[in-house]
């Protein structure tokens, strides 16, 4: 089946740190990946995503890139703020799975001043 | 813009009582979906709806129903609710209905329930 793991939080570090969520999956087919943020008390929005092996998805100075031959999709951004506080989930969708997303556990990130 | 709406934002519930989750999106979207998030464990799908008028379980689907009433409605019945269906529900809809897996999904604030 298809499934992510992503390393569990919470993930403390300073403003300006270096952040680094490990996401990997296992997938029956050809997965699409996706970074999702939740902030807190409200819904979950798309962060990044990449649909073919090498892409590298960025935004908000995130970046990940989609790697097939360590089935990784790791989420970094060279320098945190205290706003980017949330959680942060990795998920992948494949074409024999209609329309599911499968989503890690969530990683919470707390940025401090 | 709206976007993705849900009602009520919290509930209560005493074990058996039933209650319904109403999502409604005005983006036009063809398909629509429920999903639960529970401590650890993100987000599972419950219910999706790759068009009106065509429902399909998804990954713990016992113990709901649900009802694609429109293009932009989509609700979540819990016929006699249990403890272990306290958890945040998310609804969420994306524009086409092949099922792209390169597809947004966009989703709602949340309804947190509690089930006594």
């Known amino acids: 089946g298809n499934s992510v793991t992503q390393m569990e939080g919470p993930v403390t570090l300073s403003e300006e740190a270096f952040l680094t969520i490990n996401c990997t999956y296992t997938?029956?087919?050809?997965?699409?990946l996706f970074w999702y943020v939740q902030y807190p008390g409200e819904g979950l929005q798309l962060l990044l995503k990449?649909?073919?092996?090498?892409d590298k998805g960025s935004n908000k100075g995130f970046e990940a890139t989609y790697r097939k031959e360590t089935t990784s999709f790791h989420l970094e951004k060279g320098s945190v703020q205290v706003s980017d506080s949330a959680v942060y989930f990795c998920?992948?969708?494949?074409?024999?799975?209609?329309?599911?997303?499968?989503f890690g556990g969530g990683t919470r990130l707390m940025v401090k001043p | 813009n709206a976007g993705v709406t849900q009602t009520p934002k919290f509930q209560v519930l005493k074990t058996g009582q039933s209650m319904t989750l109403q999502c409604a999106q005005d983006?036009?979207?063809?398909?629509m979906y429920w999903y639960r998030q529970d401590p650890g464990m993100g987000l599972r799908l419950i219910y999706y709806?790759?068009?009106?008028?065509?429902?399909d379980k998804g990954e713990v689907p016992n113990g709901y129903n649900v009802s694609r009433l429109n293009k932009r409605e989509f609700s979540l019945r819990l016929e006699s609710a249990a403890p272990s269906q306290t958890s945040v529900y998310f609804c969420?809809?994306?524009?086409?209905?092949?099922?792209?897996?390169?597809?947004?999904?966009?989703f709602g604030p949340g309804t947190r329930l509690l089930v006594l």
């Open positions: 709806s790759a068009s009106e008028g065509t429902t």
């Open positions: 983006m036009n979207h063809n398909s």
């Open positions: 969420a809809s994306s524009a086409g209905t092949s099922g792209s897996p390169q597809e947004t999904q966009y």
């Open positions: 998920a992948l969708r494949v074409n024999n799975a209609g329309n599911m997303l499968t």
């Open positions: 990449a649909t073919k092996a090498d």
């Open positions: 997938a029956t087919g050809y997965p699409s």
